[in-house]
């Protein structure tokens, strides 16, 4: 019952953005007919979708085989994001003189633009997957560690002192207060680079690629085929948000008592 | 400056000037780690692509990329001013036109706080889509060249500004709003007087964001299809495997981003005297 009256509460609330939405599509479909509007311009969101659903129209372009590929390198992107983003933020917060090192050629990389740098990439491994992994993991590498510094250092002063007083080890202080401490930092560093993995791993398609939704998209608009150019645009945004679904889940599963934003 | 007697029995003169001394030495001391780790950073690439013998094109050491730009080539002439203009036009135009559209749209939205709310999530929701996947549709419906890149760059860079402008304009203490519609003030001197004034150190926020998303995107928009820019040497010495070309141009690429990001902070010390940015971060 309680379930229920949540249910319809969330429905009460947000009920005007989809809806907002799906006028927009249909606008969108009505204007498309009314002025008929040649396809290789803009497609009607239905012509779209059946470039997807469709399987005699869908066949040529191989969706599945893209789809793939992109998820393949948006996923390990991510994955050696936030494993050496967080690792290298708890070097940086642990050592005294890491943080000397460290710390000013993070923020010097940072600033500039590193996508510049993706053909570098594919000079040195030529193209495939790999290099596509290692830009994505480039662009959104700099805002996890940043952010899960900041969490490690945002602790109160006197919560330190407290455990100080007590004899707290290092360790245990690390443990039980920087991290549990640092967790918010680290999920909205995470989920900024959830959306600078997707990227990155698009621009690499766009280089150079065989396969992969960012290469589909750039070879349709050498076709000038645009209606699979609208339904990979889709896509990405589904891959990204999809991932940004995930990170939003695990981050309310490990902090329960961060409220929604 | 007025000294007190007393003070300049005490040689109170020297004093201000002592402590303006021991400012600089101080800030030395505080930021001397930056530069200094920057420097052995190349000093370190250099020595060791030296040391090495690594070959040019996979990682040529820092002064033969500078060489690059600076002592003409044999068998390739970049014709460096050509990329750079075409590069820096297309940076600080879409700079220009996202910073005046996208002020004004939030000026706009914000005017009724139920159209803000309404629109704010919207464009939120947008800002987290990876926006750059839409250049080549837009090569495709303008063709290639500098409006192109342009307009992407502006796609890519659009929404931070909106989004920071509208917020700013929103976070006004309800108390001051209360007390200036007691004194009758209207909605356009709530607008001039508390709004935009509040609203600066989020718009400079943002146009900071969008000053590097500028560069981004003019640059991935080269990369798609061009005959001129920085963005379209990288991808050609790519081909040709002339690596010191490209981080000839990744040096002038960051180096624009740099002056863009230097004239917005400038620009907002200049207008907010009172702001000091680095007070928030840490």
């Avoid at chain 1, 940086?92 to 050629?105: C, D, E």
């Avoid at chain 1, 360790?171 to 909205?188: A, E, G, H, T």
Wanted: aromatic share 14%; with cysteine; proline share 6%.
């Amino acid at each position: 019952m309680v379930f229920m009256k949540k249910i319809f509460r969330l429905i009460k609330v947000h009920y005007h953005k989809p809806l907002l939405v799906f006028a927009l599509l249909t606008l969108w479909q009505l204007l498309v007919m009314l002025f008929q509007v040649k396809e290789y311009i803009i497609p009607s969101p239905l012509s779209v979708l059946a470039r997807i659903f469709v399987p005699e129209m869908a066949g040529k372009y191989h969706w599945l085989k893209h789809i793939y590929a992109t998820f393949i390198e948006i996923f390990f992107g991510f994955a050696i994001t936030a494993i050496l983003g967080v690792f290298l933020a708890i070097l940086i917060s642990w050592s005294r003189l890491l943080k000397g090192i460290i710390t000013p050629l993070l923020t010097f990389f940072n600033s500039i633009p590193k996508i510049a740098m993706a053909p570098l990439f594919i000079l040195w491994f030529g193209y495939g997957i790999i290099p596509n992994i290692l830009i994505a993991f480039l662009i959104a590498f700099f805002p996890v560690v940043i952010n899960t510094v900041t969490g490690l250092n945002a602790v109160e002063e006197e919560l330190l002192e407290l455990v100080r007083y007590m004899n707290a080890r290092k360790w245990q202080v690390f443990l039980k207060i920087r991290l549990p401490n640092s967790l918010p930092y680290i999920f909205s560093g995470l989920k900024i680079s959830t959306t600078l993995c997707v990227v990155g791993a698009i621009v690499g398609e766009f280089i150079a690629s065989t396969k992969g939704l960012g290469f589909l998209l750039k070879d349709s608009q050498a076709a000038i085929d645009t209606p699979p150019m609208f339904a990979g645009l889709l896509l990405i945004s589904v891959l990204g948000l999809g991932l940004f679904g995930i990170i939003s889940l695990c981050a309310k599963a490990l902090m329960p008592w961060q409220k929604a934003e | 400056m007025r000294q007190s007697p007393h003070a300049l029995a005490k040689g109170g003169i020297g004093a201000p000037e002592k402590a303006g001394m021991k400012k600089i030495a101080d800030s030395i001391k505080t930021h001397y780690q930056t530069p200094v780790t920057i420097i052995s950073f190349f000093i370190l690439w250099q020595v060791s692509v030296m040391l090495f013998s690594v070959r040019e094109f996979i990682l040529p050491s820092p002064l033969t990329a500078i060489l690059r730009l600076l002592v003409p080539q044999p068998n390739a002439n970049y014709h460096w001013f050509v990329h750079i203009k075409a590069t820096l036009i297309e940076v600080f135009l879409s700079f220009i036109v996202t910073a005046a559209v996208g002020i004004l749209i939030a000026i706009l939205i914000s005017w009724s706080k139920r159209i803000r709310d309404l629109l704010l999530p919207f464009f939120v929701f947008v800002n987290s889509l990876p926006i750059i996947a839409v250049a080549p549709i837009f090569l495709l419906w303008m063709g290639y060249g500098i409006a192109t890149n342009i307009l992407i760059a502006f796609l890519v860079s659009f929404f931070p500004i909106v989004i920071n402008t509208a917020t700013g304009m929103g976070e006004v203490d309800e108390d001051l709003l209360d007390l200036v519609r007691y004194l009758k003030a209207n909605q356009w001197q709530i607008f001039i007087k508390i709004r935009f004034p509040n609203a600066l150190p989020y718009i400079f926020s943002g146009l900071k964001i969008s000053s590097t998303m500028c560069v981004v995107g003019a640059i991935v928009g080269e990369f798609l299809a061009s005959d001129k820019g920085l963005g379209y040497i990288i991808i050609n010495s790519q081909f040709s495997l002339d690596t010191p070309a490209i981080f000839a141009a990744l040096i002038l690429v960051s180096l624009i981003g740099f002056l863009l990001f230097g004239l917005v902070s400038l620009i907002e010390n200049l207008l907010m005297p009172w702001y000091d940015p680095g007070k928030e971060k840490m």
